[in-house]
């Protein structure tokens, strides 16, 4: 059986070769951590976008959408506190001139003691066979706990470190490790430096007048200091919520596993406005709308979990991530934090505006508390397609790779297939194709044979194909194949509306997250 690393391998080949994902300006060799979405992925990415939009702002009666321009004045991110603190520390090899995450080097250096735990477990289970107790042996073998108590020690210091933002311990810890590059196998490392993740550009046309602005990071502060001007032109009342979609932007100094870290991403963000003391019910209401909504894609309830925060933000009081079982590995595809008052606190000590909401119900005026949810669309994205790429072996020594993804999320619904290219088939399959199509993305392929058609469709994940024969010219019948059992049914051509409909229509998963 293939490992999760090389199965990943292929998922982002295939991502390429069928129209999903490309790496971004490929002829010049593309630039690190940016991806362009082909025709396949951008239908699929619309599709996520579309299941998320609607089910805030249909769902909810209190939910509104916005969307805020990607260049914000400055003072945004200095009242956010990204100008201040968003950073990651950074460290250089002088040989190789490689850039590294200083905690990543040791986050790193720290998983080869579990490699080598491990290692001592598997060779001791192969020797004592059926009669070995893993817990048991961990607790006394000398090798193990010699790696263990090494590792814990590193940790310790690592997590203080971080704590007390202690760069100069930070570069001490991988000297002391005696970590090396991996590039040019030397331990000849700079200081630890504070690198901030921002990108920024300047705006106006003199050296003189122009001001320094950012690439938003988040698109959360675009909602923050519109909340006012949404609540009062659309007479919201509090608990109400603001959500939007966009780009954004990180200078992530290491990039990898394909799109699930890039330097320009996609977000769809909801900020929830609660009365103060009413965070923690409305931040438990979201973590479980949320979970509904990721599982109501049938990917499989087991390969979500949430992992709550320890170590808040000094903003947060309660925070969660959900995350997906990746082929790397369980990891965060979206994140629900109750924000206090924090942002809008500080947008109003910044700006020097009164953006405090009256609440006419206890006639009280106050700073509202946000409740945060905010999930990457190409996280998601990814989540979907590793999830959804299966490679099948058939009857009679014939293979498949199918991508059984979401019916609703499909980029192409249904293609339509005249069996030959004569006859008046190709008339009539259009016929039907031009029905379908004012409801259903359709795809149209008269090209070899019946089975080649069939395997790539598969490959591009189209729940429905329909064969027109010459049968159909006398009785209005079609041949309809379901993609994941390969099933085929003679069905009349005035039925196909209904049987593709009660797959793809997005209200069946709407249904099933309404409480
Ligand atoms: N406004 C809160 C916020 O931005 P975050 O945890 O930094 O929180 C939220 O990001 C989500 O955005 C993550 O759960 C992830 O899905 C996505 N995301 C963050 N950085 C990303 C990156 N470099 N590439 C792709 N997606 C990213």
Sequence with gaps: MASQEEVFKKLVAHCKEYGFVFPSSE??????????YGQNGVELKNNIKKYWWDSMVLLHENVVGIDAAIFMHPTTWKASGHVDAFND???????????????????DHLAKFDE????????????????????????TNPRVLENVAKRDAIHARFVAALEANDLVELKQIIVDCEIVCPISGTKNWTDVRQFNLMFSTDMGSTADGAMKIYLRPETAQGIFVNYLNVQKTGRMK?????CQIGKAFRNEIVARQFIFRMREFEQMEMQFFVRPGEELKWFEHWKQFRLRWHKALGLGDEKYRFHDHDKLAHYANAATDIEFQMPFGFKEVEGIHSRTDFDLSSHEKYSGK?????????????????????IGVDRMFLSIMSSAYTEEQLEGGDSRVVLKLPAVLAPVKVCVMPLVKKDGLPEKAR???????????????????????????????TPFCVTVDHQTLEDNCVTIRHRDTMEQQRVAISDLHAIIGAEVNMKNLFKKIVE
């Design 27 to 36: 002829i010049y060799d593309g630039l690190g951590a940016v991806y362009d």
């Design 89 to 107: 520390p950074l460290i250089d090899n002088k040989d190789s001139k490689k850039r590294y995450r200083a905690d990543v080097l040791i986050e």
């Design 116 to 139: 080598k735990i491990n290692k001592e477990c598997e060779k001791a289970a192969k020797r004592f066979g059926e009669s070995f107790d893993r817990e048991m042996f961990c607790q």
């Design 238 to 242: 509090v608990p109400f919520g603001i």
């Design 354 to 374: 009164n953006i405090k909401y009256f609440d006419p119900e206890i006639n009280e005026s106050y700073t509202p508390y946000v409740i945060e949810t905010s």
């Design 431 to 461: 016929e039907i194709m031009n029905d379908l199509k004012f409801d259903y993305k359709c795809a149209y392929d008269e090209k070899d044979s019946i089975g080649k058609r069939y395997r790539r469709q598969d490959a591009v994940g």
